[in-house]
């Protein structure tokens, strides 16, 4: 609850008000309601003459505090002597190894050492992780094969420049050579030239096959809807073709049915020949139909071949007119690289000519070439002993590989991890182990700007860490750069830790030495700000007026705060320093005199 803070702070206001500027309002009010007022004429009477004598004084003494002059302020005061102290400088921090190091490894391989347990003290030099040696071995042979073949490489230096001076003959004759072809090479470019205009014909002409080509293709697809209805049209007059065979074919039953009967009932003399004759033709005409149903059924089923016939061969067309678009197209492509052929024909004879010409200048060249090749084979030599340096490099970079295999303790420490366990594979950049040296142990600590300019370098100090360890060391570094954050500097002591006691990132309270100066303890409510933000107090001076004094802050502690910039004697306002300004007349009632 925050309310609380705040009411017993405004209680405590309240009481001071009252107390330092309506001092006389209280008092009238306390003599008011005194036993003696309240009890009238009686209790004066039965009064004691002492007690007359301790009241007829108690007025002459509140009428010497009321009577102030017009603007004099009450305020509550204390008398300060300035005071030798020690002004060492105290902050908080935190040991820290001197070094801390990852070991790790420079090149790739598997560990084949045993590895050593965090907590174990290794001596500069010691091996902590040691890898497999793998085909470096052969690396370095290889590096020494490469040296005997750049020392054998001397005498071949020598035979490249008994050639090279017999160069020069066949350069002259390369020249003459040369000139010769150039003719041929200008009667090629001729010849090509002459077969551009031919290969460009034969593209127009295989461009202006692609229109009748597509025009084919396309009255070939109209075919195939028009003979595709028609199949259609056949395979619906099949069924009918069918239905009129069967009808056909009962009739024939009827009839035959019909003359049986015609011809029984005549041979028993009850029908009349008329009715046989009558049913003798329609049994004929009823056969009659049953053989024109059947034509009729053929011929529907030869349509519906006919139609598929039809489809078949418009798709058939389709396909040929297909082939013959891309027969089209297939032709501009070839009388494209024709063309492209043909100018490539030109720029290759062209190049043949310049080429002819080029020879021509690289023959030329190839004479002198063949007198700076004399001194090239001259430089060879040199060459051949660089390379011998050069395969010297190699074989130093092998064994310089091989010696990284062993990896080794930077200095004498404590291992903060385990190194790489037995059969662990290695990058380079991998890690070996941690190490960490504590002997010295460093403690680091940040001073804030203020006191930054009394620490020096070499200055003695002290800390003590939890546990109530003391270390006794001197400062061996101070930041040049305050932390952005913080705006507080780093400082760094240096002690001994020979047992290795002290720990890595133990909290310390630290103590550096530094030189005393003159200061007064004050209670920290004294301390006041002016119009212009400046930490200072207000005090009396011998006028007995307000005055603003600037401070500088030493040192905080449970009993006050240490500050400097007064005189070696001084007259503090602690009680009502707010309400007065410089010059105000003050009316100081001091805390020594009340206590």
Not at 175 to 197: D, K, N, Q, Y
Not at 221 to 245: D, G, M, N, S, V
Not at 340 to 365: C, H
Request: net charge negative; proline share 4%.
């Amino acid at each position: 609850m925050r309310i609380i803070p705040v009411i017993t702070a405004l209680l405590v206001m309240g009481f001071l008000y009252v107390l330092v500027l309506e001092r006389d309002r209280l008092q009238e009010f306390t003599r008011a309601y005194t036993p003696a007022a309240l009890l009238g004429g009686d209790a004066e009477q039965t009064a004691t003459d002492g007690e007359a004598e301790d009241v007829a004084a108690a007025p002459e003494e509140d009428d010497q505090q009321t009577a102030l002059p017009e603007g004099t302020v009450r305020v509550m005061a204390m008398r300060s002597t300035a005071q030798e102290i020690d002004s060492a400088v105290i902050l908080r921090g935190e040991t820290e190894a001197l070094r801390q190091v990852e070991v790790r490894a420079e090149t790739s391989g598997k560990i084949v050492s045993e590895p050593l347990r965090r907590g174990t003290f290794v001596e500069a030099g010691q091996m902590m992780c040691e890898i497999d040696t793998g085909t470096r071995r052969v690396s370095k042979q290889e590096a020494q094969a490469r040296l005997a073949e750049a020392n054998s490489r001397v005498p071949e230096a020598g035979a490249r420049l008994a050639e090279a001076r017999a160069q020069v003959p066949a350069a002259k004759a390369r020249i003459a050579e040369a000139e010769a072809g150039v003719p041929a090479a200008e009667a090629r470019l001729l010849e090509a030239r002459s077969r551009v205009p031919e290969a460009e014909a034969r593209l127009l002409e295989a461009r202006a096959r692609i229109p009748a080509s597509e025009a084919r293709l396309a009255e070939a697809k109209a075919k195939i809807p028009e003979t595709t209805a028609r199949l259609a049209e056949a395979e619906a007059r099949y069924p009918e073709a069918e239905a009129r065979l069967l009808e056909a074919q009962a009739r024939v039953k009827e009839a035959e049915i019909n003359l049986n009967a015609a011809r029984q009932l005549a041979r028993d003399g009850f029908a009349a020949q008329t009715r046989l004759a009558s049913a003798e033709a329609a049994y004929e005409s009823s056969k009659a139909q049953v053989q024109s149903a059947l034509s009729g059924l053929k011929s529907a089923e030869a349509g519906i071949q006919a139609a598929k016939s039809q489809v078949e061969g418009a798709r058939a067309g389709v396909e040929t007119a297909r082939s013959d678009v891309e027969s089209a197209i297939a032709g501009v492509q070839a009388a494209q690289s024709q063309v492209e052929n043909a100018r490539a024909g030109v720029e290759t004879a062209l190049s043949s000519v310049e080429g002819a010409r080029a020879a021509v200048i690289s023959a030329k060249a190839s004479l002198e070439g063949a007198l700076a090749a004399i001194e090239a084979a001259l430089s060879g030599e040199e060459n051949a002993r660089a390379g011998i340096q050069s395969a010297e490099a190699a074989l130093a970079t092998t064994d310089k590989e091989i010696d990284r295999l062993s990896i080794t303790a930077p200095f004498s420490g404590l291992l903060e991890t385990d190194t790489a366990e037995l059969g662990a594979l290695m990058q380079p950049g991998g890690v070996c182990a941690t190490i960490i040296q504590l002997n010295p142990i460093k403690i680091v600590g940040f001073v804030p700007e203020v006191d930054v300019a009394r620490v020096e370098l070499g200055a003695r100090a002290g800390a003590r860490l939890v546990g109530d360890t003391e270390v006794v060391g001197q400062v061996s570094f101070v930041s040049r750069s305050a932390d952005p954050v913080t705006r507080t500097f780093r400082v760094e002591l240096t002690a001994e830790n020979a047992d290795l006691l002290i720990r890595d990132g133990q909290t310390a309270a630290i103590a550096i030495e530094a030189e005393g100066a003159p200061a007064h303890l004050l209670p920290q409510s004294a301390l006041t700000l002016n119009d212009e933000g400046d930490l200072g107090v207000r005090s009396i001076d011998a006028d007995g007026l307000a005055l603003f004094n600037p401070v500088k802050l030493l040192r905080d502690t449970r009993d006050g705060v240490w500050v400097t910039g007064l005189p070696d004697q001084v007259d503090v306002i602690t009680v009502g320093q707010e309400f007065v300004t410089d010059g105000v007349p003050v009316a100081p009632s001091f805390e020594e005199v009340i206590q």
